[in-house]
């Protein structure tokens, strides 16, 4: 079985990311400028930008070679927007209508302190209930949507339980039905695309 045998090194020893927590910068608005308009970053931080007053856009200008560009309304109906930063390199962004009036930014992202992109999820994680009997859900809060799935393992890395997820923004609650699982020690592992970032342990009674 593909990564089988390091799937449950993982579980084993929980090993997880010694990474630090994702870092959220903020970017506000004074009147036509961009406060701060200028700030450093690490690959794996957020950007968000928040909305004060007026009718703006927080538009990408330039980005490093494979980055995402960005363009975002921002007025009383979308007060924040967030740029979850994946490159390492320089970013220029402008307002729309006001840049001719200097409200222009740039952020700097560097790969010093790279963060744990899932260090949201590890933060919120639960599993209740936990001894189970028969169903318990899991439930985590994400900072980010992506196709992840769950697997889980029993105590001798056989794979018994196998499902697609789709992870929203926001708070999730994934129920597992476990009733054909005989007692004893699991291992959950949440993943997104192929590789295994968490590792939780269930009880089935």
């Known amino acids: 079985m593909k990564r089988k045998t390091t799937t449950l090194l993982l579980a084993l020893g929980f090993i997880f990311s010694a990474q630090a927590a994702i870092q959220v910068i903020f970017v506000g608005q004074s009147g036509l400028t961009f406060s701060p308009s200028s700030v450093s970053?690490?690959?794996?931080d957020t950007v968000r930008f928040t909305w004060v007053s007026g009718s703006h856009t927080t538009t990408s200008v330039s980005v490093p070679s494979g980055a995402a560009t960005w363009a975002s309304t921002m007025s009383a109906n979308v007060t924040v927007f967030d740029y979850v930063v994946t490159?390492?390199?320089?970013?220029?962004?402008?307002?729309?209508?006001?840049?001719?009036?200097?409200?222009?930014?740039?952020?700097?992202?560097?790969?010093?302190?790279i963060n744990d992109k899932f260090a949201a999820i590890k933060s919120s994680i639960a599993i209740a209930p936990n001894p189970v009997l028969d169903q318990?859900?899991?439930?985590?809060?994400?900072?980010?949507?992506?196709?992840?799935?769950?697997k889980i393992y029993n105590a001798t890395g056989d794979l018994v339980y196998d499902d697609k997820m789709k992870v929203e923004t926001g708070d999730n609650s994934y129920l597992l039905n476990l009733s054909k699982l005989g007692s004893g020690l699991y291992y959950v592992n949440l993943l997104d695309k192929n590789d295994s970032f968490l590792v939780q342990k269930l009880i089935k009674q």
């Open 87 to 113: 490159t390492e390199g320089q970013y220029g962004y402008k307002c729309n209508p006001h840049a001719g009036a200097g409200m222009v930014g740039t952020f700097s992202a560097t790969l010093t302190g």
């Open 41 to 44: 970053v690490a690959v794996g």
């Open 136 to 150: 318990t859900t899991l439930s985590f809060n994400s900072d980010r949507s992506f196709k992840g799935s769950v």
